[in-house]
């Protein structure tokens, strides 16, 4: 089972790849065209973090689904 500061971990890391690729000219121009459209509408790591904090502070039965923080 992912634990939510994994799954935020996830999130954030995975827009840090997008971020990456979206730099990597070794890739061809269509590519990386469509990673910054996807990047533009990817929430910032700040804004993952603070969906972690609303998460935290829900009053939800099941827990939050991410975390504040990326380690346990």
């Given amino acids: 089972m992912t ?6 971990r996830s999130l954030v890391q995975a827009g840090e790849l997008l971020a990456e690729i979206s730099k990597d000219h070794s890739l ?8 910054k459209v996807v990047l533009r509408h990817y929430p ?21 689904w991410l975390s504040s923080d990326t380690k346990s």
């Fill in 44 to 64: 910032s790591s700040k804004e993952i973090l603070l969906i972690g904090k609303r998460d935290e502070m829900a009053d939800d039965p099941f827990g939050p």
């Fill in 28 to 35: 061809p121009d269509e590519i990386r065209a469509q990673v």
């Fill in 3 to 8: 634990l939510p500061h994994e799954r935020t």
